[in-house]
């Protein structure tokens, strides 16, 4: 198994591959604070960039299977949805 780390931005990240949470991982779980948490860290406070941390993936046929970073990348898209539908 060859393991790659790539630093990208998460626009390039999400446009890059379909993503599926496995089985194995636990259901979406963050709240209204988490998610307060998150926008108030990654949008309100960000002077330049926000490291937005870690996603571990790995390559499946169709698809790219979450390992770790399941409710950021969930949290991420939801949000992106909603401002979508806000426009």
Known sequence: MKITCLDEQVGKFLAS?????PRFQRPYSWDRTNVEEFWNDAIVENED?????????????TARGVVDGQQRLTTITLLLCALLNAV
């Open 17 to 21: 591959s379909f993503y599926r949470i």
């Open 49 to 61: 960039q926000y490291f937005i941390g870690n996603f571990v993936v790995y390559d499946d046929k």
